[in-house]
């Protein structure tokens, strides 16, 4: 469903995205056309739309309270009510909502400037010219590269203060502001070592020039550099060290790697390829060459269609087995379900106060939460996981299952996507008045796992291997390497 795509700095990959004319609800709020950055609104009429906004959200939105009870929630709404004491412009809005949003946990929720907006950053040279890398063990921030014209500024060297305010304090102020699913971490330190700059830009300022702070080897020193603009930043797609294609497969030493970059159709027939297809061979090969080690890579897959995912799990299954166990909706989106709708959608079925839904006419998209067989020829092999914080949706999912079921030894990062499962789906989309846009999900899908287990997280791997600054700059694949050892010491 969701995946790397450009949200700022996030991105998502093409996938089955049914939009329903629920939206209409939220467009009372009405749109903005031209760009005017310098435009402000006044705080009553912010104040009044913050509490209409979430509260639509809320009633239709079935993961809305999954990780943060209506209690809690009430009382974060009051607070960046409050906290608007000003009129403001989009970008200052948009700041104040971006952290509301996040405490939905949910990737699939989103609150995002308009097109216009983005394209008008994207040439202010207002981004920090260099990359950072987030090190997690060591609490610090570090120069991955520079793109200033001050090349003193050392690649490893620690970034301090940014414009007088200490990284500590930015870090923060970054991390409450980027989605993700429940309280994971992973995915959100993955983003900022991809694009900090952006991050910072839209989420706390857009300076044309930049007073940081540097330390190297126990020195402190102060540079002024200026601004630059995206594309002194090279794309997102050379930034990822291990995949050329959607789908990659190959055997070495009697060891096989498969490599699933995303389970999007759409992405999968950009490059040629037919997911079903290519799943087949792979196990026809695996079958007749008895292949006894699988390494499966789906790190960076953040997701795609539903269908293939779980077809994927099927081949490590020898007998029917559970891939979700529901799919939710609220009651204010089952009561859309009417008229013309019908015709597309099977009306959800109320449960003990829950609106559950049951397939789809026109697609099998919404069908796993009924019992799967496995596929006929089904690897019986070992299988290894590698896994990151980039894993998101429907790899989430597969992740989730394929580890609650002991199908294979996951090695890695916790996953980005919840291990109990996400709120996707059927996405609505509406803007509000300042022009921002909001994407709402309108299924909770529950995974059939162990709804006691890694609340709130992602899976966690059985061997947790943490990326260094070291490995990151030099693009060790630390992970297959530690793979690869573990299965020759076997």
């Known amino acids: 469903m969701i995946s ?19 939206s209409s609800t939220l467009n009372f709020f009405g749109q903005t056309k031209d760009l005017k950055p310098a435009q402000k609104y006044p705080a009553d009429s912010l104040r009044l739309w913050t509490s209409g906004l979430m509260d639509e959200i809320s009633k239709k939105h079935p ?84 793109y200033s014209e001050n090349k003193e500024v050392m690649q490893g060297a620690e970034l301090v203060s940014i414009n007088g305010t200490p990284v500590p304090v930015v870090l923060k102020k970054l991390l409450s502001a980027i989605p993700s699913d429940g309280y994971n971490q992973t995915e959100k330190i993955l983003l900022l070592n991809y694009r900090f700059p952006f991050w910072y830009q839209e989420i706390i300022d857009a300076p044309k020039v930049f007073k940081v702070v540097v330390r190297s080897e126990g020195t402190d020193q102060a540079f ?5 603009s995206k594309d002194v930043f090279p794309p997102l797609e050379q930034l990822e060290k291990n995949y050329h294609g959607a789908l990659e497969f190959e055997i070495k030493n009697k060891m096989a790697i498969l490599k699933v970059h995303s389970f999007a159709d759409t992405a999968i027939k ?34 795609g269609t539903d269908d293939n995912a779980a077809l994927l799990a099927s081949f490590f299954f020898d007998k029917t087995f559970r891939y979700w166990d529901e799919i939710e909706v609220t009651e204010g989106v089952a009561k859309e379900i009417k008229g013309v709708n019908k015709i ?20 099998k998209e919404f069908d796993y939460y009924e019992p799967q067989k496995p596929a006929k020829m089904n690897f019986k092999g070992n299988s290894y996981l590698l896994t990151n914080g980039l894993c998101l949706s429907s790899c989430a999912d597969f992740t989730a299952v394929m580890s ?3 199908k294979a030894v996951v090695i890695g990062q916790e996953t980005g996507g919840g291990y109990q499962g996400n709120t ?17 999900p309108l299924q909770k899908y529950t995974n059939a796992v162990d709804l006691n287990k890694n609340f709130g997280r992602g899976t966690i ?23 690869i050892q573990l299965i020759n010491k076997k």
């Not at 002024?224 to 630059?228: H, P």
């Not at 449960?351 to 697609?363: D, E, Q």
């Open 424 to 440: 996707s789906g059927m996405l609505s989309r509406a803007k509000i008045p300042t022009g921002l846009v909001i994407t709402i």
């Open 344 to 363: 597309f959608y099977k009306k959800p079925e109320e449960n003990n106060g829950l609106y559950l839904w049951k397939k789809s006419w026109i697609t």
């Open 270 to 303: 950009q490059s040629g390829q037919n997911f079903k297809k290519f799943i087949r061979e792979v196990f026809e090969t695996l079958q007749q060459q008895n292949i006894r080690d699988l390494i499966i890579d789906v790190r960076n897959n953040t997701g």
């Open 63 to 146: 993961g809305f309270y999954r990780y943060t009870d209506r209690e809690k929630f009430g009382f974060l709404i009051d607070s960046t009510k409050q906290s608007i004491q000003d009129s403001l412009t989009q970008l200052q809005y948009y700041r104040k909502l971006k952290p509301l949003f996040a405490k939905i946990g949910c990737l699939h929720t989103g609150i995002e400037l308009p097109e216009e907006y983005k394209a008008y950053l994207n040439t202010s040279n207002t981004l920090l010219p260099l990359e950072l890398f987030v090190d997690v063990k060591n609490q610090k921030v570090l120069v991955s590269k520079n």
């Open 461 to 483: 791997p059985d061997h947790e291997i943490a990326a260094t600054f070291e490995n990151w700059i030099n693009k060790q694949d630390v992970e297959l390497d530690d793979t």
């Open 404 to 406: 609650y079921n002991k």
């Open 224 to 228: 002024e550099l200026n601004g630059v």
């Open 4 to 22: 790397l795509s450009k949200q700022g700095s996030y991105f998502i990959k093409p996938a089955l995205i049914i939009i329903l004319s629920i």
